[in-house]
């Protein structure tokens, strides 16, 4: 017998995997700042821990959306990525008000993009070979 291969709206899919990513990013700096108030991270390296909560949370979104779209898995990893940036940065910008840095934006985004493209293989990768599975 064949499975049906039904799988969700791309709207449905970037949506999920976005809100997904921004939750875990979110979480993720939240614990990270709860540790360094506490003392257990410096407060220095701040910087560090706030773009690998935003890496794993863009590398989450990305493999979220390539495995479950239909077709050009990478492509959809990273316009998540892309759009879970994209809703870090609005909220930033309007949550804390403080000014934007111009060289460390272009940092995060790069690390964004690369990490969603990373995220995007592996979902896509992941995918293709639970596909063909008996």
Known sequence: MKQNDVRPMAGFVLGASVLCG???TLFAMSMCAFAVLMGKLPAEQINLWADLCLAAGSLFAAFFAARHARTWQPL???AAGMMLFGCLVLLSLAWFGEPVRLPRLLI????ALACAAGGGALG???RRRRKYRK
């Open 124 to 126: 896509a990768k992941r």
């Open 22 to 24: 921004f939750v875990l």
């Open 108 to 111: 995060n985004a790069i690390l």
């Open 76 to 78: 959809w990893g990273i």
